[in-house]
């Protein structure tokens, strides 16, 4: 399919599991992001990458972990779930230099209990 | 610290009502400033400004920005059911790799 995909669409977990967040991309776009999205704080910036093998941390990294071996694939891993981790993920993928180009993902709604 | 501030959080009008929110930003290395409307799924972009005092438009949506006073504004005139949303604004940082900085969103619901 055409575009970006997150998977899976929703998710339970029990806190101390490890969770992936999977994020796929067919534009080549180099920059891909993980925002996470609560009541009242808009988007927020978890991680990001401006091209394959090169990550950096955003305004909320703790407790995720990212990696990007190929420009596609973009997986957001929660290594040891807490239940503040409960929120909406919104992967995002965006052409360099151009942000109008940024397109998100239908977003994971994770749940931690 | 940069800062994205959106108000009013929420806004209940009637069907062809005019509204106006609101995005005021403290940014280092300011770029520009991007709307967008997000209804139950993910964000759509809507706009992208970079100069002060040039309207950009969009059928009945329009937005300014003014980079002395360092805010935005979006306007939807004659406004429908399907206009609600939660709209969000986000600045873009010279310095910070294409990054965006959210607001945390204006939540419209229009009436019929």
């Known amino acids: 399919d055409a575009g970006i995909t997150q998977s899976p669409r929703y998710k339970i977990t029990e806190t101390g599991r490890q969770v992936t967040l999977m994020c796929h991309q067919t534009?080549?776009?180099?920059?891909m992001f993980w925002y996470r999205q609560d009541l009242g704080h808009g988007l927020r910036l978890i991680y990001y990458s401006a091209a394959a093998d090169i990550t950096d941390k955003g305004e909320v990294p703790d407790g995720y972990v990212v990696s990007r071996s190929k420009t596609e694939n973009f997986p957001l891993t929660l290594e040891s779930a807490t239940r503040s981790q409960t929120s909406v993920y919104f992967c995002a993928s965006m052409s360099a230099g151009i942000p109008e180009t940024q397109y998100f993902g239908p977003g994971t709604r994770l749940l931690v209990l | 610290e940069d800062k994205v501030v959106q108000s009013p959080l929420s806004l209940v009008v009637h069907e062809g009502d005019t509204v106006t929110l609101n995005c005021s930003y403290e940014?280092?290395?300011?770029?520009?400033l991007l709307w967008y409307k997000q209804e139950k799924k993910a964000p759509t972009f809507l706009f992208m400004l970079?100069?002060?005092?040039i309207e950009k438009k969009s059928g009945r949506l329009s937005s300014i920005l003014d980079k002395k006073e360092l805010f935005s504004i979006l306007n939807i005139t004659a406004t429908q059911t399907g206009d609600s949303a939660i709209y969000l604004c986000?600045?873009?940082?010279?310095?910070?790799?294409?990054?965006?900085?959210f607001g945390g969103g204006t939540r419209l619901m229009v009436k019929p």
């Open positions: 940014v280092t290395n300011f770029r520009s």
């Open positions: 970079t100069s002060s005092g």
């Open positions: 534009w080549s776009h180099s920059y």
């Open positions: 986000a600045v873009e940082r010279g310095n910070a790799g294409n990054m965006l900085t």
